[in-house]
């Protein structure tokens, strides 16, 4: 169970990614944002594992990764293979 402010965060996080991916990317965005929420972050071995999960138009959503991960950094730290945050 979350508190009410922390689902109105996820809830204006949610909508944010709806606007700007549209339904088609939604579910991996969606998904990215679950595993942010969960784990206080996204690592280098969570971050590949939910692309593969994933296929949009026939193509793994690696694509779209930068995009999401920028609107996710301001309230969850991101690591990745560049370095961490």
């Known amino acids: ?4 402010r922390a689902y109105a965060e996820m809830s204006t996080y949610e909508e944010r990614l709806r606007q700007v ?3 088609k990317k939604l579910s991996f965005v ?6 942010a929420a969960v784990e206080k972050s996204l690592t ?3 971050i590949p594992i939910i ?5 949009v ?3 793994t959503c690696e694509s ?12 969850f730290p991101v690591q990745n293979s560049l370095g961490s945050p």
Do not use: A, V, W, Y
């Not at 169970?1 to 009410?4: C, F, K, P």
């Not at 969606?30 to 595993?35: A, I, N, V």
């Not at 999401?68 to 309230?75: N, S, Y």
């Open 1 to 4: 169970m979350i508190s009410n």
């Open 21 to 23: 991916f549209g339904p």
């Open 30 to 35: 969606l998904d990215l944002l679950t595993e």
């Open 44 to 46: 280098p071995k969570t």
């Open 51 to 55: 692309c593969r999960s994933h296929k």
């Open 57 to 59: 138009d026939g193509k």
């Open 64 to 75: 779209i990764l930068p995009q999401t991960l920028e609107i996710l950094k301001p309230k």
